[in-house]
């Protein structure tokens, strides 16, 4: 008579016959070696299936959405945006590629509302007062990346030019012309960087450092240098160019696009020029008070929408054409 070679033993309740045993090795398992690829792959499943776990119930818009900020919106049933208004193309009178993007954010935040916007007027000066003393939540108006706020992705790139009355002067570069600014504007700033920038002289190297060897003194023969007037205003800076006292004057596109193209009786001026030497560029973006730095997070995902739905691309159109 056969016997059964799966038969558990009559020696233990638990006793396996070696047959059996066999084939229980040949299972998959997850203890040393030969389990090492095992634990791995269960290892990283179930770290997928934490991330769509957290994903689902953490995703940052629903996170956002739920935020202070957000429910402080809701409740007064209205976002209010600084805006200005006095930017051709930008936001005029209420009407604009900012006002356009107000009202967008707007209706992200307050999605049923039928008035979800009130609009404030404001400047590049009474921008921080208003978001620190809660008259607005947010500001579209113009403004570049700082550390004094929340910012959101740049909606609109500009650049810096020099704008000059001479034809003559529009091919020569700053070095060989007397050059108008304003430093307390973001244009200002791009400028004062880029006049370090032309004129900085060798550093002394690191040898130099140790052995304490003064820093090279530039040759005043080839030198290069940039005669810059400062200007409290863009009257005065206005002014100062039609009177000959400066050749060129530093202006965003934005501001060129007001005083000389959109409303010329601002300047006084029928024809002008724009030299060849960009100075360099400015991001405008959406600011938020850093107490509040929901709103910049949810401008994010809204520019980024916009940018890849061709949505913003078509505002600019419809506003432009901008330089």
Same mark, same amino acid.
């Given at each position: 008579?056969?016997?059964?070679?799966?038969?558990? &033993?009559?020696?233990?309740?638990?006793?396996?016959?070696?047959?059996?045993?066999?084939?229980?090795?040949?299972?998959?398992?997850?203890?040393?070696?030969?389990?090492?690829?095992?634990?791995?792959?269960?290892?990283?499943?179930?770290?997928?299936?934490?991330?769509?776990?957290?994903?689902?119930?953490?995703?940052?818009?629903?996170?956002?959405?739920?935020?202070?900020?957000?429910?402080?919106?809701?409740?007064? &049933?209205?976002?209010?945006?600084?805006?200005?208004?006095?930017?051709? *193309?930008?936001?005029?009178?209420?009407? *604009?590629?900012?006002?356009?993007?107000?009202?967008?954010?707007?209706?992200?935040?307050?999605?049923?509302?039928?008035?979800?916007?009130?609009?404030?007027?404001?400047?590049? +000066?009474?921008?921080?007062?208003?978001?620190?003393?809660?008259?607005?939540?947010?500001?579209?108006?113009?403004?570049?990346?700082?550390?004094?706020?929340?910012?959101?992705?740049?909606?609109?790139?500009?650049?810096?030019?020099?704008?000059?009355?001479?034809?003559?002067?529009?091919? +020569?570069?700053?070095?060989?012309?007397?050059?108008?600014?304003?430093?307390?504007?973001?244009? &200002?700033?791009?400028?004062?960087?880029?006049?370090?920038?032309?004129?900085?002289?060798?550093?002394?190297?690191?040898?130099?450092?140790?052995?304490?060897?003064? !820093?090279?003194?530039?040759?005043?023969?080839?030198?290069?240098?940039?005669?810059?007037?400062?200007?409290?205003?863009?009257?005065?800076?206005?002014?100062?160019?039609?009177?000959?006292?400066?050749?060129?004057?530093?202006?965003?596109?934005?501001?060129?696009?007001?005083?000389?193209?959109?409303?010329?009786?601002?300047?006084?001026?029928?024809?002008?020029?724009?030299?060849?030497?960009?100075?360099?560029?400015?991001?405008?973006?959406?600011?938020?008070?850093?107490?509040?730095? !929901?709103?910049?997070?949810?401008?994010?995902?809204?520019?980024?929408?916009?940018?890849?739905?061709?949505?913003?691309?078509?505002?600019?159109? +419809?506003? &432009?054409?901008?330089?």
């Amino acid at each position: 008579m056969k016997t059964n070679p799966y038969k558990i &033993g009559k020696t233990s309740r638990f006793a396996i016959s070696p047959r059996l045993k066999q084939r229980f090795n040949k299972l998959p398992t997850l203890k040393g070696p030969e389990g090492k690829w095992w634990r791995r792959g269960l290892i990283a499943v179930g770290i997928v299936l934490l991330a769509l776990i957290l994903y689902h119930f953490l995703k940052p818009e629903t996170s956002l959405m739920s935020s202070v900020e957000v429910r402080r919106v809701e409740s007064r &049933g209205m976002l209010t945006v600084g805006v200005r208004y006095d930017m051709p *193309g930008f936001c005029e009178n209420g009407e *604009g590629l900012e006002a356009e993007l107000a009202m967008l954010l707007a209706k992200k935040l307050l999605p049923d509302s039928d008035d979800p916007l009130k609009l404030v007027e404001c400047t590049s +000066k009474t921008v921080s007062t208003k978001l620190k003393d809660g008259s607005i939540d947010v500001a579209i108006a113009l403004q570049t990346a700082s550390s004094s706020y929340a910012c959101s992705y740049s909606y609109f790139t500009d650049k810096v030019y020099l704008v000059t009355l001479d034809r003559a002067n529009k091919a +020569k570069t700053p070095p060989e012309m007397r050059i108008g600014y304003i430093p307390e504007t973001a244009a &200002g700033s791009v400028f004062s960087a880029y006049v370090l920038r032309v004129t900085s002289t060798a550093e002394r190297t690191i040898v130099d450092k140790i052995l304490g060897r003064p !820093a090279p003194t530039p040759d005043p023969a080839t030198a290069v240098t940039v005669d810059a007037v400062k200007y409290g205003s863009f009257d005065e800076l206005i002014v100062a160019l039609k009177s000959g006292q400066i050749d060129a004057a530093v202006m965003a596109g934005a501001y060129v696009r007001k005083y000389f193209d959109a409303e010329p009786e601002l300047s006084g001026v029928s024809e002008y020029y724009i030299c060849d030497t960009v100075i360099g560029s400015l991001d405008y973006c959406i600011v938020a008070s850093k107490d509040n730095p !929901a709103f910049a997070s949810i401008a994010d995902m809204l520019i980024y929408k916009l940018n890849e739905d061709e949505t913003l691309k078509e505002l600019r159109v +419809k506003y &432009g054409p901008f330089r």
